[in-house]
C-alpha cells in the first residue's frame, strides 16, 4: 500500500474525481457562432501611389482590416458588456444555481463586481479574425441553447449599433467645418451685395463703368456734330460772310459745346463724377465678386466633403446568422477524464523518478 499511496494520490484520485465531475455534475455548454464583415464603399484612387495600392489590394485590405480590429475590440470590450448585460440581463444568467459550482460566476458570492464578470466575460466570447477574407468569425457560450444565440444576436446588434454611431460622428466632424466655411462665406456675400445695393441707391448709379461708356459715346456723337457746325461756320464766313445762318450756326456750336463741357463734368471734375465714384464702387464689386467665388468654392468643399463622408461609412454585413445549436458540444467529458489520466500519469512518473533518484542519494 505504501509503493501505491503515491499512485493513488496523484492518478487514481484526481483521475476519478475527473470523471465525476465531467461525467455528473459538469453543466452543459452550448456554442453558438456567427460570422460577419466590416466594409466600407472606399472608391479607387485615380492617380498616384494611392492607385497602385490599391490596384494591388494592399490599401483596400489594411482598411478592411482596421475596421473589422475595431469592431471586434469593441465586441470584446466592457461597453459591450455593458450592453448585453441590460438586454439579456446576463450577470444574473451566469449566476443561475441550475449552472455547476466551477462553471458558475461568482458561486460563493465572493466577488459579484463587474470586473470580475468581465474576466468571465472573456471566456464566455471569443472572436477570430481570418486575415484572408477579412471575416470575423464570432463565438460565444451560454448553458442553454437559446442564451447562447441570444449573446451572439445581441452583439451583433450591439457592434452594428456602434458602427452606425460612428458613421454619425465622423460624418458629422467631417462636415461641420465646411458646414461652416458655407455659412460664413453666404454670410459675407451677403453682406458685400447689400454694401453694393446700398452705394448704388444712396449715389443714384447703377454701374458707373457701364455710365462713362454711354456718356463717352454721347460725347463722341456731340463732337462729330461740332465739328461738323464748325466746319459748316468755317465755309459761311469764307463765301458768305453777311448769311443770316452764320447767328444760328454759332448759337448751334456754343450749345453743343455746353452739351460736352457738362457731359465731360460730369465725368470727372469734382466729388459727383463718375470718375470718382466708380473707384468706390469697383472696390465694393470686387469684395462682391470674391465674396461670391469664395461662396461657390465652399460649397464646392461642402459637397465634396458630403461625397467623402459617405465614402467612408462603415457597413457591418452578417455572412452567418447566428446558429441555434440544437446539442452541447462542451465540456469534453471524455477528453477531460482521459487528459486528466495522461497528466496524472506524467506528474506520477517524474514524482516517482524524483523521490527514487532521492532515496539513491540518501543510501
Excluded at 479574425?129 to 445581441?154: L, N, P, R
Excluded at 464766313?237 to 448751334?252: K, Y
Excluded at 466708380?278 to 464646392?300: C, G, I, P, T
Aim: glycine share 4%; aromatic share 6%; charged share 25%.
Amino acid at each position: 500500500m505504501r509503493k501505491h499511496r503515491l499512485f493513488l494520490a496523484v492518478v487514481v484520485l484526481p483521475t476519478a474525481l475527473s470523471f465525476l465531475y465531467f461525467g455528473l455534475f459538469a453543466s452543459d455548454v452550448y456554442v453558438s457562432e456567427a460570422s460577419f464583415i466590416v466594409r466600407s464603399p472606399q472608391r479607387q484612387s485615380s492617380s498616384g501611389i494611392g492607385a497602385l495600392l490599391q490596384t494591388t489590394g494592399i490599401s483596400a485590405f489594411a482598411k478592411a482590416a482596421d475596421d473589422a480590429y475595431a469592431v471586434n475590440d469593441f465586441m470584446l470590450s466592457r461597453d459591450a458588456l455593458h450592453q448585453i448585460d441590460k438586454r439579456l440581463g446576463l450577470r444574473a444568467a451566469m449566476r443561475n444555481t441550475d449552472i455547476d459550482v466551477l462553471s458558475r460566476f461568482d458561486p460563493l458570492g465572493i466577488d459579484g463586481s463587474f470586473e470580475a464578470f468581465y474576466r468571465y466575460y472573456e471566456k464566455v466570447v471569443s472572436i477570430d479574425f481570418d486575415s484572408a477574407s477579412s471575416i470575423s468569425t464570432v463565438t460565444t457560450k451560454g448553458f442553454s441553447a437559446t442564451e447562447a444565440q441570444a449573446i451572439a444576436e445581441q452583439l451583433l446588434e450591439a457592434a452594428e449599433q456602434r458602427v452606425n454611431e460612428l458613421n454619425e460622428r465622423g460624418r458629422t466632424d467631417l462636415i461641420r467645418s465646411a458646414q461652416n466655411e458655407v455659412e460664413d462665406a453666404e454670410s459675407k456675400a451677403k453682406q458685400a451685395t447689400l454694401s453694393l445695393a446700398a452705394y448704388r441707391n444712396k449715389h443714384a448709379v447703377l454701374d458707373p463703368v457701364n455710365q462713362a461708356t454711354l456718356q463717352m459715346g454721347q460725347i463722341g456723337k456731340l463732337q462729330e456734330a461740332l465739328i461738323a457746325e464748325k466746319t459748316q461756320l468755317s465755309q459761311l464766313r469764307a463765301f458768305a460772310p453777311q448769311n443770316p445762318q452764320i447767328p444760328t450756326t454759332e448759337a448751334r456750336i456754343r450749345s453743343l459745346q455746353s452739351d460736352i463741357d457738362a457731359i465731360t463734368s460730369g465725368l470727372t471734375g469734382n466729388g459727383t463724377s463718375l470718375a470718382s465714384k466708380s473707384v468706390e464702387y469697383e472696390r465694393l464689386a470686387l469684395e462682391r465678386d470674391y465674396a461670391d467665388k469664395h461662396l461657390v468654392a465652399a460649397m464646392a468643399t461642402l459637397a465634396q466633403a458630403r461625397e467623402e463622408a459617405q465614402r467612408k461609412q462603415l457597413y457591418l454585413e452578417r455572412v452567418v446568422q447566428p446558429n441555434l445549436p440544437d446539442s452541447a458540444i462542451e465540456p469534453k467529458r471524455l477528453r477531460a477524464g482521459l487528459t486528466t489520466l495522461v497528466f496524472s500519469m506524467i506528474c506520477w512518473a517524474l514524482l516517482s523518478l524524483l523521490i527514487a533518484g532521492v532515496r539513491e542519494h540518501t543510501d
